[in-house]
């Protein structure tokens, strides 16, 4: 099992940024795919960002890309979303999950464990 524990989130205001953090435990991350995923209010969870286990390769949905920059450590078993630019569309609660094959997945039903997620809220 891994529980997947998200941090970081809050209010910002647009064209601000944040830095969400998602830690392990249980097992290392260091074999798994990792991604963050997004459900704002009212609307189905969405692909953010993936990344691969060794960090080689990353995919970005088009709404974050240049502005979102994913990166994990396996050797803290966490994995990051630096979100620079943030506009109040980005408002939502955000997700980590670990897909265990280790690529770059940008389906949800790839993904077996998830955290609970972070709310991040953007003000204009």
């Known amino acids: 099992q891994v529980q997947l524990v998200e941090s970081g989130g809050g209010l910002v205001q647009a064209g601000g940024s944040l830095r969400l953090s998602c830690a392990a435990s249980?097992?290392?991350?260091?074999?798994?795919?990792m991604g963050w995923f997004r459900q704002a209010p009212g609307k189905e969870r969405e692909f953010v960002s993936a990344i691969s286990w060794s960090g080689g390769r990353t995919y970005y949905a088009d709404s974050v890309k240049g502005r979102f920059t994913i990166s994990r450590d396996n050797a803290k078993n966490t994995v990051y979303l630096q979100m620079n630019s943030l506009k109040p569309e980005d408002t939502a609660v955000y997700y980590c999950?670990?897909?265990?094959?280790?690529?770059?997945?940008?389906?949800?039903?790839?993904?077996?464990?998830w955290g609970q997620g972070t709310q991040v809220t953007v003000s204009s």
């Open positions: 999950a670990a897909e265990p094959s280790g690529r770059v997945a940008v389906v949800a039903g790839n993904y077996d464990y």
């Open positions: 249980g097992r290392t991350l260091s074999t798994y795919g």
